[in-house]
């Protein structure tokens, strides 16, 4: 059973937005903790952003200021919104969540996360 699905992919050019969704499973409506991550052919996954409940959020130094995340709660919906565009960003997208109290660098690592989406690529070009 697929516990989370992304989509919202696709192509962008430089300076551009994206917006990508996820939808969780029930199973997936009471995690602590969500996040996304990118893997590019030249890199391992790694992490963009991640949040904790309402708490703290560790944005890779990568996105900061031009990526937000924000979750529907009542829809168990998470989203990525990718702004400023660069060719860097291309990758695939993967959304994940987790039960549990991991501390704020735990975040970003794909080992904190017990659920995962398939992935949305994104492409963007210059």
């Known amino acids: 059973q697929v516990q989370l699905r992304e989509s919202g992919g696709g192509s962008g050019q430089v300076g551009e937005f994206l917006?990508?969704?996820c939808v969780g499973a029930d199973s997936t409506a009471r995690a602590a903790f969500f996040g996304w991550f990118g893997q590019s052919l030249e890199h391992e996954r790694e992490g963009v952003v991640g949040v904790r409940g309402d708490g703290p959020i560790n944005y890779a130094d990568s996105v900061k200021g031009r990526f937000t995340i924000s979750r529907d709660k009542a829809k168990n919906i998470l989203f990525l919104e990718m702004n400023i565009l660069k060719p860097e960003d291309t990758a695939i997208y993967y959304?994940?969540?987790?039960?549990g109290t991991p501390n704020w660098m735990a975040l970003l690592k794909p080992s904190a996360y017990e659920f995962w989406g398939r992935g949305t690529p994104v492409t963007v070009s210059s």
């Open 19 to 21: 917006r990508l969704s």
């Open 95 to 99: 959304c994940a969540a987790g039960r």
